[in-house]
């Protein structure tokens, strides 16, 4: 009875681990892990690097984040340059051969991206520009989170074939529910269409884009870059003259100088966190753009 029993157990426990854990997805930030969770469903265990209320361009190659990556099955970046002073270093300290450039479980989405900004010359990175490779802002067009959810699919695929149907019917399905809100997204951005904003950093070009805002400055000169006086007077003079209605900031750069910006000009300042988990209650993709939607118009609304 009782070898009866071990046998039957060393099946089941066979027949549980033959079931696959789900596979460990990391990312560098919660847009590309919430959009991951739609396409892996319970294939996938995902975590980012990064919090929403967090600088992806700069963070340190901490040991919690290399552990992440010497355990992953896959590992995703935005790419184009946006977490490039610390994702190599996480890459190389993890020593995980199969997220490494190159490997099935490595995966640049910025790669099916058509990429906004780029520099007609070479940047240097030693002047502080940190979109030397064009603009990496780009999940902040929803259509590009479709290209992304896409490579997203075709990486998972790979690493599990025998999942692929479902896998693309969460793909499939993640687009459907895109497309059907990104019409509402429109619908209350419509009654903004042009209207003039400066941004922080240049991080809403794609967003601009898609929902019709105009981005007429910035408060850094180059991204990543602090503001000099002589720049903060041109831009205050440039928001009077074309009358900007808005400042908008992410969470993490200070106050400051939007508020200073704010008093002289009469412009208010709205801090939009630009990135799923962010702001309270965002926990997808399409809640990111709920929030942003929904906050851009009340805002817009009050200040005409
Ligand atoms: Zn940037």
């Known amino acids: 009875m009782k070898t009866i029993l071990m046998v039957l157990f060393g099946v089941l426990f066979v027949f549980s681990s033959a079931q696959a854990a789900p596979l460990r997805v990391v990312t560098t930030t919660e847009d590309l892990a919430a959009i991951a969770r739609e396409v892996g469903g319970l294939l996938v265990e995902v975590e980012s690097m990064t919090r929403g209320t967090q600088d992806p361009h700069f963070l340190e190659a901490r040991p919690s984040l290399i552990l992440k990556a010497s355990r992953a099955d896959l590992f995703i970046e935005i790419g184009l340059g946006l977490e490039v002073g610390w994702v190599p270093a996480v890459l190389v300290a993890a020593r995980n051969p199969a997220i490494q450039p190159g490997a099935s479980g490595y995966l640049d989405v910025s790669r099916d991206i058509e990429p906004l900004e780029i520099p007609s010359a070479p940047v240097d990175r030693s002047q502080g520009d940190v979109h030397s490779l064009g603009n990496p802002h780009y999940w902040l067009d929803p259509e590009n989170g479709e290209i992304v959810s896409r490579g997203i699919a075709r990486s998972l695929a790979g690493l599990l074939p025998d999942r692929s149907q479902v896998i693309e019917q969460n793909q499939k399905e993640f687009a459907r529910r895109l497309n059907e809100a990104m019409a509402r997204w429109k619908d209350r951005m419509k009654p903004h269409q042009g209207a003039k904003v400066v941004t922080y950093h240049n991080s809403w070009t794609y967003f601009a884009r898609r929902f019709g805002l105009d981005v007429v400055g910035y408060v850094e000169p180059k991204p990543g870059v602090a503001p000099s006086p002589a720049h903060l007077n041109q831009l205050m003079a440039l928001m009077k ?64």
């Open 241 to 304: 003259q074309e009358k900007v209605k808005l400042i908008i900031m992410e969470p993490y750069f200070g106050r400051s100088t939007p508020d200073l910006l704010s008093r002289e000009t009469g412009t208010k300042v709205l801090v939009l966190p630009p990135s799923v988990g962010g702001a309270e209650g965002t926990q997808t993709y399409l809640d990111l753009f709920d929030d942003l939607t929904d906050q851009l118009t009340t805002a817009l609304s009050k200040g005409s």
